[in-house]
């Protein structure tokens, strides 16, 4: 079992739509986590952080549940500039990151 | 601010023959992370340097990969011998500190390596 699970994708959805993610982890000493951005043949940038208290960003929605292992990234309203895919990424206290492999989302006109 | 660079972009080499990649961090960032990209997989952790020591390289192929960061800013990564499956883009990124507030890692554009 991989250490870090994201949903299959790909995701294919109308503009406006909404869309979540889900990510587990298996390592129950993880410590923080992230959802990072990946355009096609770019680098990864950072999306946000995910809080214990969940926190949002404009249309972005991150959720953290510790007990079930799980993270999730809601999208709200999509754009056309929303497509890319997303990497779910959690870290240990000891700063080691593991990286899902990314669920890809296409939003279309 | 300046970002991560990486050179080269791009590199073709055949199987069994050497290939190096640089990596300049951003300015005053601590931790150097070499990460192994695959087509339709996320990044895997290779090697991670906290100034020029090594924190983690247990994801690190050592019978033909080396990496190391002299002076705790720069870093080279190193293959030799290559082989088919070595294909794949390489990436570099840099974050300030590996505290709970400062993990953001950035990430360099990536060396797209293909072994032929």
């Known amino acids: 079992r991989k250490e870090v699970e994201q949903d299959p994708g790909p995701f294919n959805v109308p503009e406006g739509a909404t869309v979540a993610f889900n990510c587990t982890y298996s390592?129950?000493?993880?410590?923080?986590f992230f959802w990072y951005r990946q355009d096609c043949r770019k680098e990864p940038k950072l999306l946000m952080s995910?809080?214990?208290s969940g926190n949002e960003d404009g249309r972005f929605t991150a959720q953290l549940n510790r007990a079930s292992q799980y993270i999730s990234l809601l999208i709200r309203d999509s754009k056309l500039s929303d497509s890319a895919t997303y990497l779910c990424?959690?870290?240990?206290?000891?700063?080691?990151?593991?990286f899902g492999d990314g669920t890809t989302l296409t939003v279309k006109p | 601010e300046a970002g991560v660079a990486q050179s080269p972009r791009y590199k073709i080499i055949e199987k069994r023959q050497s290939v190096a990649f640089w990596c300049n961090p951003i300015?005053?960032?601590?931790?150097l992370y070499w990460y192994q990209q695959i087509l339709g997989q996320g990044p895997k952790l290779l090697i991670q340097?906290?100034?020029?020591?090594?924190?983690?390289d247990s994801q690190l192929p050592k019978d033909r990969f080396s990496a190391e960061r002299l002076k705790g800013v720069d870093s080279t990564l190193k293959i030799q011998p290559a082989k088919l499956e070595d294909s794949a883009v390489y990436l570099c990124?840099?974050?300030?500190?590996?505290?709970?507030?400062?993990?953001?890692?950035?990430f360099g554009p990536g060396t797209r390596l293909l072994v032929l």
């Open positions: 990124a840099s974050s300030l500190n590996p505290g709970l507030d400062a993990e953001t890692q950035y």
């Open positions: 990424v959690v870290n240990t206290n000891a700063g080691k990151s593991t």
């Open positions: 995910v809080y214990s």
């Open positions: 340097f906290q100034n020029n020591g090594v924190v983690d």
């Open positions: 390592n129950s000493a993880s410590q923080s």
């Open positions: 300015s005053g960032h601590a931790t």
